[in-house]
C-alpha cells in the first residue's frame, strides 16, 4: 500500500530516509521532513503492514527551464525490500500526483554510482538530460 506520510509521522520514514541519507541520525530525520515541509517537501511511503519499507520526498516547484513541475529529492527502499517494485510503484504514484496537480515534468538527480536506480529511471521512461554540479561553500 502507498500512502502519504502526513505531519508528525515522520518516524515511519526515518529508517528507510536514513539508508539513502546517513550523514543524518535516523532521530533527527523526523525533524528535518517538518522542517522541509514549510517549504513545500512532501513523502509517500510504500507500507508492507504497517511498515514502510520504500519511500519518496517530494516538492512542487515551477521553474524556467520545465515550468510546473515535481521534483523527487529523495527515493529509496530498504535492502531488504528491493526488487519487489516498491520505487516503481513510488514513482508512479508521484507521476500521478504531478498530472493531478497540473505539472508537465517530474524529475531528479541520481548520484553517478547508483546503477540500479538508473536503471529504473531509464525504464520508468526518465530521460537522462543533465549533469549536476555542487560547490561546496
Avoid: K
Avoid at 47 to 69: E, K, Y
Amino acid at each position: 500500500m502507498i500512502r502519504e506520510v502526513q505531519p508528525g509521522e515522520g518516524a515511519l520514514v526515518a529508517e528507510v530516509l536514513h539508508e539513502l541519507r546517513p550523514h543524518r541520525g535516523v532521530d533527527e530525520i523526523p525533524e528535518l521532513i517538518d522542517a522541509q515541509r514549510a517549504e513545500g517537501y512532501r513523502v509517500v511511503g510504500s507500507f508492507v503492514d504497517d511498515v514502510v519499507v520504500a519511500a519518496a520526498g517530494f516538492r512542487l516547484s515551477t521553474n524556467l527551464a520545465l515550468g510546473r513541475a515535481i521534483y523527487i529529492d529523495d527515493l529509496v527502499t530498504l535492502p531488504r525490500a528491493r526488487g519487489a517494485g516498491h520505487a516503481g510503484a513510488l514513482l508512479e504514484w508521484v507521476a500521478t500526483e504531478a498530472l493531478r496537480l497540473g505539472c508537465s515534468h517530474v524529475h531528479l538527480d541520481s548520484a553517478t554510482h547508483r546503477h540500479p536506480a538508473h536503471r529504473l529511471y531509464l525504464d520508468a521512461r526518465y530521460d537522462i538530460t543533465a549533469f549536476h554540479f555542487v560547490r561546496s561553500v
